[in-house]
């Protein structure tokens, strides 16, 4: 069994401690075509953590795209703030002509997986965009489901909302970009200070997204962001890890970022190449 959990690209186990492997956008490998049904349900069976992008359509339900306009992943065009469900039916995805994956599909393939699955719907848009329609539109439809999932976003706003509307769902807050601005002005003493006033906000987050190269900078100045979520009841997600050549693993500099990162025990990492990743790891252990 541990041998099949292996070559899943589920999870690294080092020191006692547990680091899920995240799908980023829906991809076990940089191969996999963007936002994929089929590895989505391969996820789902498996037991996998995983991440699409969510953005609102303008009759309150949400479509799985990054981009803001469609014609950046999709053969649409126009804002999809803009665009209904019946507008969105005959676009597709230009990689590979598939139909684009609207929430309506995703309650449907969500209602029976593997206890362990975990699906994170990052919000591309704020409450504002979104407003009371989406929130309803996400009770409806992601109340009785069998996956656990994490609705997280930039929208402070929208995961407090969240929080009151949607209890059973979990949450998670990216302040990265923030951290780096106060950081630049002010050091690693400000940044802790707006990290714990964020963990301790409003939104009571379960889960804190973090730049790995942010995790690895405020470590070297002696502010440990994972040691420090961790004590607050949070879990750390340190994106987004991709190795350059997954055939040939880990170059030196990836491996010594890696290592660093591991060793301050994020509880899951983000990656396109998840299952690479994981074989990477066990080579360089076994040696």
Known sequence: MTRLLDAQGLEISHEGHRTRLKWHRLRKRFADP??????????????????????????????????????????????????????????????????????????????????????????????????????????????DIAASVIVSGGSLDLIVVVKEKLPHLLRGIDPTDKLYDIGNASGWKAVETALRADLRGPTEPDTVYLHWPLILAAANGGLDMIALCQDEGKRVDAWTFTLKDPAAGFSEEEWRNFQALMALKPDQITTDEAPATERAWRRRMAD
């Open 34 to 143: 963007l936002f994929s049904a089929e590895v989505m349900a391969e996820g789902f069976a498996a037991g996998a953590s995983m991440e699409l992008d969510l953005r609102v359509r303008a009759d309150g339900g949400f479509v799985v795209l990054h981009d803001e306009d469609l014609e950046g992943e999709t053969t649409g065009y126009g804002p999809i703030v803009e665009k209904s469900l019946a507008d969105l039916r005959d676009i597709r995805m230009q990689e590979g002509g598939r139909p684009l994956i609207l929430s309506e599909d995703l309650a449907a393939m969500m209602q029976s997986t593997h206890p362990a699955a975990l699906l994170q719907f990052d919000m591309k848009d704020d409450f504002e965009a979104i407003g009371a329609g989406g929130i309803e539109h996400l009770a409806e439809h992601f109340r």
